[in-house]
């Protein structure tokens, strides 16, 4: 009897010890995180999250994060690394452009049972500090992939001098648009500013008008549709006449088709155009060209009478981390994640390298605090090309870019636009059959 | 001293195998990607054997693209080659701070690409750009805000600016075979009476001839693969009609902007320049085949 007590006494204190130890023991084991980043060393955002990986260091001494600064090639140079066999644990792109890659080929881990864990010192869900959206925008079959952490709005940015100067306001509607374009017009001004021959850009007026005139997701589901049939739909007809009605018009100059990124923009920096639909980026990438008393201004793409999108639906482009599947320390590189969202460090990045982030609650910088409005009060928010460049972009770029180039510079009509797209899908996909 | 055969191949071998190994087992390795459908990503390669070579047949832009590298070969060639000539002679011709002029011709050779196109890019803006403000300076003010990055004109732009890049270089290497020619030979002809056009045609033609040749040559190649300049100059999407065969290779299959990743397909692109670029050298060599003369 006492020889059983002795036993289960010594085991009782076998079993406190490695309570007690074992965390300290698993602590102690040192894990090496790589990550592979699109940016640059010398870069703000580069800059940011190196803090965030010192920091992250700092906190958890038994992780050690080595950062390789690619640049924009990363995921390509990630897809060779894997495919040779390199350890990568976390990356960092454009969301469109990492879904349409990593992600689409079943790169990424699951990071749903770590969004459901309560966010870094808070006792909420850490899928709930996301800005609305953001998180679901790239999800898949219900399972999310990618953690975005810098927000860019697509919108008409402009200096709200001007709009002062010349008495108007910002437009809600597309008439309210076209007579603010009158009054910009007479004042001098060439109301729109445009990369007339950069298809990436120009394609954001697509995007936009048939998300106003149809709702977010239309654009996505006529590319799906085989037959091409849904291009014949009266939507491209009237969004193809409206945006042909600003070159015809001379709210575009004509000049513009000429320009090529960053020509157009350069054009509003200074002062010969009045406003420019393009992401948030702008006022960072304008802030040594326009003069030092300029006040930025930015407005979502007007509503369209009798459309079925909204005003406040919002074109947001991402930028995201992924955790890659294969990795060793799923634990630790989701912690990292876990903490690079915290309010102070959501704040830093916002503070530093001037951008928009993700998280609620987190102040951007004055000259983008309307991409801060729109994304906090967006009714819904949709991918580059309406999700079309993550998830086609074979057939954006060789069908829809070639064919609406053609429209937008004018050397196709409304109609034969239509039609190109029509035919040319069915084509297209009969091809991939 | 007679060397042994055993000898010739040991200082052979190291050339050899870095040849063997970084180019014609890459090469071959090509050729094989190029008969699968596969995005690069891991090992899931789906074999399709030529069928991405069929495809190529039908693909418009593929088309379209190797035009623009056809046009670059033979009009770009044709212009280089006859301002390089044109220079060589003027520069050869006894005039004051030729070295000067030399190095000011060959410059952008030694600016970066990126740079480089950045200057073009300012030069064709319209309104503020340099090429806007001159032809707006002589008068020509209908010309100052003309559109030269546009749709039709674009290609045709870029091709200047590829022109002017690339005669400096083809000058040099000019320059460098009338250097070698025995002024004896133009002395003599002076005293026969021949003219300057007769000099150019009856000795200076025949005795450039095997630099001739290898200038073709280095230019065939490198206009057939030409990407940096087109991919750079053309803005962050390149707009369709500026498309080389090398840029849509590049667009298709590395994903940079879209991520459309087709490896394999853009291996067979890669696969096709290759073989017109043997094509074409093989042609230029036999057309440009002559006795060999020694002086």
């Given amino acids: 009897m006492f020889k059983t007590q002795k036993l289960v006494s010594f085991a009782l204190l076998l079993v406190l ?39 992250f260091e700092a906190a958890h001494p038994n992780v050690t994060i080595n950062a390789v600064w690619n640049g924009r090639q990363n995921q390509t140079l990630v897809r060779t690394a894997l495919a040779g066999g390199t350890v990568i644990d976390i990356v960092d792109q454009d969301a469109d452009q990492i879904a349409g890659g990593l992600m689409q080929e079943g790169f990424g ?11 870094l010192d808070e006792d909420v869900p850490l899928r709930d500090v996301f800005l609305p959206g953001t998180l679901e925008l790239f999800a898949m079959d219900g399972e999310t992939y990618l953690l975005p ?41 060439a109301p729109i500013a445009a990369e007339g021959n950069e298809p990436g850009y120009s394609t954001f007026y697509l995007a936009n008008m048939i998300a106003r005139l149809k709702g977010p997701g239309f654009l996505l589901q006529t590319v ?43 054009t509003l920096a200074f002062g010969q155009a009045a406003q420019s639909l393009v992401g948030s980026w702008l006022p960072i990438e304008l802030s040594l060209q326009v003069d030092p008393g300029w006040v930025w201004g930015g407005f979502n793409f007007p509503a369209v009478e009798g459309g079925e999108g909204s005003v406040a639906d919002t074109q947001a482009l991402l930028l995201a981390f992924m955790i890659v599947k294969d990795t060793a320390h799923p634990d630790e590189a989701a912690e990292f994640l876990r903490f690079i969202m915290t309010k102070e460090n959501q704040q830093l990045m916002a503070d530093q390298a001037l951008v928009g982030v993700t998280r609620i609650g987190v102040p951007w910088s004055e000259a983008i605090t309307d991409a801060e409005e729109a994304a906090m009060n967006a009714e819904s928010v949709f991918p580059d090309v309406d999700g079309v460049y993550a998830r086609y972009p074979e057939f954006l770029t ?36 | 001293m007679r060397i042994s055969k055993q000898l010739i191949a040991l200082f052979l071998l190291p050339a050899s195998a ?13 050729f094989r990607y190029s008969l699968y459908d596969w995005r690069g990503f891991g090992t899931d390669m789906n074999f399709v054997g030529i069928q991405n070579y069929v495809e190529l047949f039908s693909d418009r832009l593929f088309w379209l693209s190797m035009g623009n590298t056809v046009t670059i070969l033979l009009a770009g060639g044709v212009i280089i080659f006859g301002l390089a000539f044109v220079m060589t002679m003027m520069i050869s011709s006894g005039i004051r701070g030729r070295k000067l002029f030399r190095a000011i011709i060959f410059l952008p050779n030694v600016i970066a690409i990126i740079a480089l196109t950045t200057l073009w890019g300012y030069i064709y803006t319209p309104q503020f750009g340099l090429l806007g403000a001159f032809l707006g300076k002589i008068g020509l003010t209908q010309w100052a805000a003309f559109p030269w990055l546009g749709p039709d004109t674009i290609f045709w732009s870029m091709l200047v600016a590829i022109i002017w890049i690339e005669v400096g270089f083809y000058l040099v290497l000019l320059l460098a075979g009338v250097d070698k020619i025995p002024e004896d030979f133009y002395e003599a002809a002076r005293l026969d009476g021949a003219s300057q056009f007769q000099m150019f045609r009856k000795i200076t033609i025949p005795l450039l001839w095997d630099v001739l040749t290898i200038g073709m040559v280095l230019w065939s190649i490198h206009a057939i693969k030409i990407f940096e300049f087109p991919f750079s100059f053309t803005g962050l999407e390149p707009n369709v009609n500026s498309y080389t065969a090398a840029v849509y290779m590049y667009i298709l299959g590395f994903g940079q902007r879209q991520p459309i990743y087709r490896l394999g397909y853009s291996t067979a692109i890669g696969v096709m320049l290759l073989l017109v670029v043997i094509l074409v050298v093989l042609v230029l060599r036999r057309l440009m085949r002559r006795e060999q003369l020694q002086y």
Wanted: proline share 5%; net charge negative; charged share 20%.
């Fill in chain 1, 17 to 55: 010890v490695a309570v007690t130890l074992g965390p300290v023991a698993a602590q102690d084991k040192p894990v090496e995180l790589v990550f592979w980043s699109m940016w640059n060393e010398s870069e703000g955002q580069a800059l940011v999250i190196q803090q965030w990986i010192d920091e």
């Fill in chain 1, 109 to 119: 881990l699951p990071l749903n049972a770590y969004l459901d864990m309560p966010a």
């Fill in chain 1, 149 to 189: 952490y810098i927000y860019n709005t697509v919108q008409f940015w402009y200096d709200k001098r001007v709009f002062e100067e010349v008495g108007i306001e910002v437009p809600l509607t597309w008439d309210e648009f076209l007579a603010n374009n009158d009054k910009l017009r007479e004042a001098g001004y």
């Fill in chain 1, 224 to 266: 799906e549709d085989h037959t091409g049939e849904m291009w014949r739909d009266p939507a491209y007809l009237e969004s193809s006449r409206m945006l042909r009605e600003l070159w015809d018009r001379g709210d575009i100059p004509a000049v513009t088709v000429g320009y090529v990124w960053p020509q157009g923009q350069n």
């Fill in chain 1, 398 to 433: 060789t069908v829809l870019w070639i064919n609406y180039a053609d429209l937008w510079q004018g050397k196709i009509t409304p109609e034969e636009f239509s039609e190109h797209m029509a035919t040319q899908s069915a084509e297209y996909w009969a091809s991939q059959e």
């Fill in chain 2, 18 to 30: 870095l040849y063997f190994f970084f180019f014609l087992v890459p090469t071959f390795s090509a």
